[in-house]
Every structure is written in C-alpha cells, then in structure tokens.
C-alpha cells in the first residue's frame, strides 16, 4: 500500500534534517508520496501567516507527517507557534519523548519514556493583559488527562515497561495537578504495573541524579517541556532526540531540536533526532495499518542509529566533526547491514 506523508521541513536546520530522515527511509524501502506543506517563519515573512488553512487540509490527507522545527517568537502580538497550533488542531493528545543513553559517558545507561499532555495546561494561549498585570489561564481536564495516562500505560504494558510515575506539583497546585494525579490513580487501578508519584522539582532533581530508575513518566504538558530538554541533555544532546505526536487519527513526528538558527544551512546539524522520529512514524503506521514490514524498518533504522553512535563519531554539537551527510550516509550503510540480520 502507498503511504501519504506530510513533509513540514520547517525553519532553521529543519530542511536539513528533515531530507536526512527522507533519504533514510528511501534508501530502506519505503516508498511514499510526499506532500510539502509550507509553515514557518519565512512563510510568515512572506505571507504574513505562519501557516495557511490550506496547509491543514492537505496533512489532514495525508496518513502521517514527518516535521522540522518551527520558529516561535517571544512576546505579545507575535503569531501563535505553529507548533502548538498543529498539535491542537489535530488533537494529538500524546507527546512520546524517549530517552536512552547510548552515548553519554557521565552516566550509567538509562531508558526512559516521557508521555507529555500535549494539548491543553499553560499551551491554550489564554492569556491576558491588564496592565500591570497578566493573567493565564492553566486548565485541566479530566478528558485530555484520561487520554494520556492511559495512552501511557497501554504503551507501557505492551512494551514490557514495569513502572509508570506521574509527575505533578498537586501539592501547591491542589485543583489541576490534583485533578492530573488523581485521574492518574484512578486509571492506574486497570493496568498490572507499579505506579507511583514524584513532584515536579523532585523529578528534575531525580532525573540529573539517577535517571536509571526511571522508566515512563507521565507529565501535563508545561513540566512535560521542561522535563523533557533536561532529559535531552542527559543523553547528550538534544539533537539525538525523536519524538511523537500522536492523536487517535493523526500523528506528526519530529525531532526534539528547535531551528538553531547559529548553525542553520551549514551542514553540520546532527540529523539524528529526526532520524529517529522517522523510526517512530514508520511503528505508528505499522500499528495504525498492521503492516508488518514498517515496524521491521522501523527497527532497523532505530538499530542502525545505535550502531552508528557506538563508533563514536559524531556531529559538532557533540564534539566531532562528521557533517550532516556523512552522519546520514552512515546510518543509511547500516542499515543494510542490519537489515540482513532481520
Ligand atoms: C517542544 C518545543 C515547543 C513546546 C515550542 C517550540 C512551542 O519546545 O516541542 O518541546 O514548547 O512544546
Ligand atoms: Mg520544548
């Protein structure tokens, strides 16, 4: 079957990255009408919109959509992130942000899987101004928070997953984190797994002190951000991060990275992440289609990164001085030695 993709290349490195991930999946085998969809910074400089309606219904087509990053701007009056923007309107209710060391030394190897809200909390953009003073407004309810704790657990008892722990601060934020908590608990009583609770600051501290224990945590969205850069730079770097945005019809895959405008159009940004986040599509719609033969290229592009990474080369931000392409082209010949042991 012809699979229809969304390709959001985005702004800063995300080109770059974004045709990495293409060439991957190309030189694996899978084959896929590409639909390019404008959105970004040089749209809106253009256009004076970030993202044009059209846009929507053209992913709306499509059966996934790979993304770059896109710019967001500081401040009153500047246009709504795009990336917010896609993310509500196609409800993906799911931010799945995986963590595995492979390469950073300073810590013993750890695996862990943040599950972000991805939809509502401090993102709906209700905020107001009055004067000396600004109101937002955090809303959460229990709907979206059923949903992603027991996305959650699903995952997590389908992966062989031990341990989920929800991340909140309910004890200053008696009604909204309470109500994300107890929703937790609630939910938890269906699934044969532990779970536990750790508060937010907590988490952060855990998380930089022994990030081994942990196994998937599930967050509201703001801690969620948060939790998940600090969880990038334990791994390493935020360029070697994919990430999923999943709804119940809709998913938009991407690497954690923003545009890092300083190194944009050199060549040189580590395509790793959006490598990843290509595996992760290709396991969605394994899923979504039961077709086997996407979750085994899948596999194979997720081994053939940890391959690469035990040869310690690497891109700049990392300390070495392999290229975008050279990077690429590594990971493209592994995984035609992988996929011989498939
Ligand atoms: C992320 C990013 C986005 C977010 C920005 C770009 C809107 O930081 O995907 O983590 O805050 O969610
Ligand atoms: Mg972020």
Redo the contacts with the bound molecule.
């Keep these: 079957m012809g699979y229809k993709i969304a390709l959001i290349r985005g702004d800063g490195v995300g080109p770059e990255v974004v045709s990495s991930a293409v060439q991957v999946l190309s030189e694996i085998g899978f084959y896929a009408d590409y639909v390019e969809i404008r959105a970004g910074l040089s749209l809106f400089k253009e256009m004076g919109k970030p993202l044009e309606e059209v846009e929507l219904s053209k992913i709306k087509e499509c059966d996934a959509a790979l993304k770059g990053?896109?710019a967001?701007l500081l401040g009153p009056g500047t246009y709504t992130?795009v990336?917010?923007l896609l993310r509500k309107y196609f409800n993906l209710y799911v931010n799945f942000r995986p963590f595995e060391n492979l390469v950073n030394e300073k810590y013993p190897y750890f695996n862990f899987i943040i599950f972000r809200e991805n939809t509502e909390e401090l993102?709906t953009g209700a905020e107001w101004n009055f004067g000396e003073a600004s109101v937002a407004l955090r809303v959460i309810t229990k709907k979206a928070t059923q949903k992603i704790v027991s996305y959650s657990f699903n995952y997590a008892l389908k992966n062989d997953r031990k341990r989920v722990t929800v991340v909140h601060k309910a004890n200053i934020l008696k009604e909204t984190d309470g109500l994300f908590r107890d929703t937790f608990f609630e939910e938890s009583k269906k699934y044969p797994l532990q779970a536990d609770e750790i508060i937010v600051d907590s988490a952060a501290y855990q998380l930089v002190k022994n990030p081994e224990q942990f196994d998937v945590l599930v967050t509201p969205n703001l801690y969620g951000?948060i939790l998940?850069?600090l969880a990038a730079g334990l791994v390493g770097s935020l360029g070697l991060c994919g990430s999923a945005n999943i709804g119940d019809k809709y998913a938009i895959f991407e690497p954690?990275h923003?545009v890092a405008w300083d190194i944009a159009g050199k060549g040189i940004a580590n395509p790793i992440g959006a490598i990843l986040s290509s595996s992760y599509l290709l396991d969605w719609l394994s899923e979504k289609h039961n077709d086997k033969r996407l979750a085994k290229y899948s596999k194979v592009i997720s081994l053939a990164v940890k391959n690469v990474l035990k040869l310690k080369k690497f891109t700049k931000e990392l300390g070495g001085n392999l290229t975008t392409e050279d990077l690429t082209k590594l990971i493209i010949t592994e995984t035609k030695k992988v996929e011989a042991i498939f």
């Design positions: 990053p896109i967001t992130s990336n917010v993102y951000d998940s850069d954690v923003g």
